[in-house]
């Protein structure tokens, strides 16, 4: 049996009278939405509740699924301790989950459980569905710093785990909008607040659910948003069927933007297939990439993509310009996947014979060395996008207004510690910034002297 429904809701413990004191009031228009929400539920009489929560336990490569019969919480923290929850869990379907992702070798469990409270964008939506309607059991599931296709593509899982129960099934995408809406908010104001908050009501008005995907990860961040991956969640679970949509509410009254919708699956539709959809346009744009880069590109790709077939080192082409093969220099080589870093490790100077040398090295050591991900598989090489950056001699600067982040590469030392952060990134604006991002990356407390030095870089794509 399909999911019979989803609603994305937000989680403001102020909506709870408990804990608003009146406050409240002033969302009154949320509340109202919320309750339909919770008699909508009530008449779809659902055995299981799947809520989706940014506030339960989350990890940056593992989505976390509450473990055991059942869990306890209160909004103790937020001043009403009265206002108390015990939930049993739906340890079946949970069970089936956690099979579908061992067996298609996905991160998710139920492991690493630190807290077993419940959470407070667990919580409200409870709140409400609780007064209307009890007669059913919970499964928590916790978000990830993972891309989004993978959220997708767990909703799909998740999907596919009720259909093999035959569980009666809502799932509830908890998560609140931008938070940075307002001046005087608690978070203060940012362009991309408003901007989010009109662009996700659109696309969920609409159930337009394949652009989800297209929001960029740093304009998320930018505009503070909280919910996003639990409604990409919801969608993956719906994905193949048509959906039938609407949104009831937006406030952005305190700051931050409270959205609720509801979305109900109807019969198969193969142009809703949007996880199949947005991959074939990666893969199609990273082909154009290929197709337009240079030399020191197409070096980079064909080294990492040997060493990931067949485990060997290519040796340096016969056929490549003298600039590579009679010029030595400091490489990085960068890789990104779905506009995400995939890894990223170069050398500050020279180490190799050549700069092919340099660059065939590094683009090994990239896909496979860089301690932050997990080596590159031969299943990604074809979304790839590659970028080398070349460096020129470093100098030692004695002074922050010397650097220019959209100009210069930054190298901060501290004794043996070192520290570079390339120039022209996405997100470092400010030479402050890009300082202390290389302090961080070489250990170097923010508070620490340290010495400068700056470089140029010839960037290939």
Request: charged share 30%; glycine share 10%.
């Amino acid at each position: 049996m399909p999911i019979l429904a989803g609603f994305m809701v937000p989680h403001p413990p102020l909506i709870v009278p408990a804990v608003g004191r009146g406050g409240e009031e002033e969302i009154a228009e949320t509340t109202k939405a919320y309750e339909r929400v919770a008699d909508e539920i009530a008449e779809l009489k659902p055995e299981t509740i799947i809520i989706t929560s940014p506030h339960s336990i989350m990890y940056a490569d593992y989505f976390h699924i509450s473990p055991k019969d059942n869990a306890k919480g209160s909004f103790m923290n937020f001043g009403a301790p009265e206002v108390r929850f015990r939930e049993e869990y739906d340890t079946d379907l949970v069970e089936a989950i956690c099979d579908l992702a061992y067996e298609n070798d996905f991160p998710a469990g139920t492991m690493g459980e630190r807290d077993r409270s419940l959470d407070h964008g667990t919580m409200v939506p409870l709140y409400f569905i609780e007064k209307k309607y009890r007669d059913f059991r919970l499964v928590r599931i916790g978000l990830s710093g993972l891309p989004l296709t993978d959220h997708y593509k767990f909703g799909q899982m998740i999907a596919k785990a009720v259909e093999q129960t035959g569980r009666r099934v809502v799932i509830v995408a908890s998560g609140d909008l931008s938070h940075k809406l307002q001046d005087y908010g608690p978070y203060g104001y940012a362009p991309e607040g408003p901007e989010y908050d009109s662009r996700i009501m659109d696309v969920m008005g609409r159930g337009a659910f394949g652009e989800l995907l297209d929001f960029g990860e740093g304009f998320c961040d930018r505009a503070a948003e909280c919910g996003h991956r639990s409604f990409v969640i919801m969608a993956g679970a719906m994905d193949g069927r048509a959906v039938k949509a609407e949104t009831y509410s937006h406030q952005d009254v305190t700051g931050v933007g409270y959205g609720i919708g509801s979305f109900y699956p109807g019969e198969p539709d193969e142009g809703r297939k949007f996880l199949d959809e947005y991959f074939a346009q990666e893969e199609k744009k990273a082909a154009e990439l290929r197709e337009g880069e240079d030399e020191y590109v197409s070096l980079a790709r064909r080294s990492l993509e040997t060493y990931i077939r067949t485990g060997r080192r290519m040796a340096v082409p016969e056929d490549l310009p003298a600039a590579l093969t009679e010029t030595q220099a400091g490489a990085f080589v960068s890789i990104h996947k779905e506009g995400r870093l995939r890894g990223c490790i170069g050398t500050i100077e020279a180490t190799r014979d050549s700069l092919a040398e340099e660059i065939i090295n590094n683009a090994v050591s990239a896909s496979t060395e860089d301690p932050r991900f997990p080596a590159i598989t031969e299943k990604e090489l074809k979304y790839l996008e590659i970028n080398v950056d070349v460096l020129g001699e470093p100098e030692y600067i004695y002074s922050m207004e010397q650097l220019d982040p959209k100009k210069y590469g930054v190298i901060v030392s501290k004794g043996y510690r070192r520290g570079l952060l390339l120039p022209d990134l996405e997100g470092v604006d400010t030479a402050e910034q890009q300082v202390e991002i290389a302090k961080k990356k070489a250990g170097i407390r923010p508070d620490e002297d340290v010495k400068l030095q700056r470089f140029e870089v010839i960037r290939h794509r």
